[in-house]
């Protein structure tokens, strides 16, 4: 059980490093593509370095998409533990009644209404990122502006979003299916 904590905390570890490093790096590539597009040179080096004066803000802009499922996450701990708790003080028959059924649809119920604005907000993240590095914003600002950007292009970008629906779908299948028929041979 320890070992198995153990490589759980590396995981998790090297999981916000990783996370850390490619938000930094998204941001500083869109500094790059900026400086690009505005006829000057750019480097890695300096790229990092605007992604990384700007690293706090990034993060947040990356975290806040993330809120919704951590609420998620801790309305099913509470679920499951007060689903424990009846269990243990009134026994099977009790917790027979509420049911693990009951407990399961409302985890459903809240998933269906939490994942639509977990989607809108990871859509609008990428506006957001843009907004911070190219115009120095806050995360509430950026968001901000980030709303403002996909409103005014809001066909442009529901044609992006289906073609990267169709294209996740295309890879998913071209991928998974083979490997998933392999398994079973």
Do not use: H
Not at 31 to 52: H, L, M, N, P, T
Not at 163 to 169: E, G, H, K, N, Y
Request: net charge neutral; charged share 10%; hydrophobic share 60%.
């Amino acid at each position: 059980v320890g070992i198995v904590i153990g490589l759980i905390c590396i995981f998790l570890v090297i999981g916000i490093v990783l996370w850390v490093i490619s938000t930094i790096a998204r941001g500083g590539l869109i500094a790059s593509v900026d400086s690009i597009e505005s006829g000057e040179k750019s480097s890695f080096r300096q790229a990092w370095s605007a992604g990384w004066k700007r690293a706090g803000t990034l993060l947040g802009i990356s975290l806040l998409p993330a809120i919704p499922a951590m609420i998620l996450f801790i309305l099913v701990l509470l679920a499951v533990g007060t689903y424990g708790g009846i269990f243990a003080m009134f026994g099977e028959d009790f917790a027979e009644s509420v049911g693990l059924a009951g407990l399961g649809s409302v985890m459903v119920v809240l998933g269906c209404l939490i994942m639509p604005v977990m989607l809108v907000l990871m859509v609008l993240r990428n506006f957001a990122e843009r907004a911070c590095m190219l115009e120095g914003l806050g995360v509430v600002d950026s968001y901000r502006r980030g709303t403002s950007v996909l409103m005014a292009n809001i066909g442009q970008a529901v044609i992006l979003f289906l073609l990267q629906v169709a294209i996740f779908i295309g890879l998913f299948i071209f991928l998974f299916v083979p490997g998933f028929f392999a398994a079973l041979c």
